[in-house]
Nanobody, 116 residues
Framework: QVQLVESGGGLVQPGGSLRLSCAAS????????MGWYRQAPGKQRELIAF???????NYADSVKGRFTISRDNAKNTVYLQMNSLKPEDTAVYYC??????????WSQGTQVTVSS
């Protein structure tokens, strides 16, 4: 059974930074493209970044230039470095495959709150 565990969220002031981690058990992430999603209160979950198995990345316009997705295959972990955070980045953040095909079970995510 594949299990994803996100961590690294918290409360940060506008302009601050956080690094989120997504660790997996039960499956080797290295062979998959992986993505980061977020869901703000009252909104649908949206894909904001993904990284291919070869290391190419793509970002939603809302986070481009501020967020960086990366992966450490030796640690079976995917990261999201978030800089220049804005209040509108407040959401629960999740990792999973960017495609619905073969998607892993959703975990509880990690809360990011950007507020002064």
């Amino acid at each position: 059974q594949v299990q994803l565990v996100e961590s690294g969220g918290g409360l940060v002031q506008p302009g601050g930074s956080l690094r989120l981690s997504c660790a997996a058990s039960g499956s080797a992430l290295s062979i998959y493209a992986m993505g980061w999603y977020r869901q703000a209160p009252g909104k649908q979950r949206e894909l904001i970044a993904f990284i291919t198995s070869g290391g190419s990345s793509n970002y939603a316009d809302s986070v481009k230039g501020r967020f960086t997705i990366s992966r450490d295959n030796a640690k079976n972990t995917v990261y999201l470095q978030m800089n220049s955070l804005k209040p509108e980045d407040t959401a629960v953040y999740y990792c999973n495959k960017p495609s619905p095909i073969g998607r892993m079970p959703w975990s509880q995510g990690t809360q990011v709150t950007v507020s002064s």
